[in-house]
């Protein structure tokens, strides 16, 4: 990863976008691999690829208040 | 053209890297780009075409010249003389079938009302517009029912545009400045591996095409697809090369970007319904996780700052996303019927 200072970005009745250096772990503290230098994660708990978003929250009508 | 019937034996398609004609203006493009003939008199001969077209979008001739002298200005086709790119004959022939088919999609692409032209109403609006397209569900098809043969056909269709994925759209990356030129390049950085050859997406693409065992040379399965499935890469390629249509091709990508997570994860269910591993799914899953990330840059910070910092560019952002759904929409539609109807989708003698 990039050395780019974190940073997290809330999309409207979506994701939080991930920028930067920044290791996600599992609960475990195991480490998950990014494959991008930007990473949508889920916000709706209903992806199938978590903690990535898979777009899922579209469909099930997911709304936040940003 | 008759439907061909489709059998459970046929396990193929045909591969021909030498792009046959459909017609007089294809073939005179055709034989000026390889060197075989003058391009003057091309003109009259594209407003011949133009004029007998019934349907520009469906018009085998006219679809294929234009495929082919845009593939002229990617340099996607290697027998095509880089000499005669801009070739005033051949560029006065583009604008003539250009004229026709933005003037044909501009009368049959229903436009929605227009938003706000700000960042957060132009990304509900583009959201709404995905989330309502009632388009035949061409993913639930291949998830559940498509048999081995329809699958290849599928991948053979899509290769036209994907074996050079995000390209159409990279000509907008110089029209723009700041926050949506950083937010296509982006997405663009992305769609082309991050740095990464081997995660170019044309590339993982590739791969996929290879372990179905199709030929993932670019262009070899041109003869083998319909008018309409280069009418699709064809509008990509003019709102993407013509710069007075700079939003047109920024509202296509973030349609494009919308419609495109949830899809691949049944596109890549079918695969492995059908029994193809990783090295043939591993295109679509990619898909699933990157695209989610890309439709929320294409929405807000490409097409919603771009309304924003240049809002008269608004109706064509719309014009464009309507337009990717529509023309989309009409590809899948023609891959459905055929498929229901038990005939392939190509071109006559292509499935083997």
Sequence with gaps: MSDEAPSITPYPDGPLLLRGNVELLTSDGERIERRRRTVALCRCGLSAIKPFCDGTHKAAGFRTED | MPAQPLTELSLSVRSDTHVQARGPLSEAVLRALTGGRDAEGLSALASNAVERAVNVTHDDDLQLALFVLYASSYGS??????????????????????????????????????????????????????????GPSLSRYLAKRATGQQALEFLVQRSIYTLREADPHSWAIPRLTGRPKAALVEIQSDEYGGGRPDRVHAEVFAKTMRGAGLDATYGAYVNAVPAVTLASQNMMSMLGLNRRLLGAIVGHLAAFEMTSSIPNRMYGDGFRRLGYGDDVTDYFDEHVEADAVHEQIAGRDLAGSLAEDRPGLLPDIMFGAAACLTVDGWVAEHLLSSFERGVSSLREGYPL
């Design chain 2, 77 to 134: 086709l290697e027998t095509l003389d880089p000499t005669q790119e801009w070739n005033p004959d051949l560029i006065e022939a583009r604008r003539t079938i250009e004229r026709a088919f933005e003037q044909e999609l501009r009368e049959r692409v229903p436009l929605p009302d227009l938003p706000e032209p700000t960042v957060d109403d132009v990304a509900r609006a583009l959201f709404a517009l995905t989330a309502e397209d009632g």
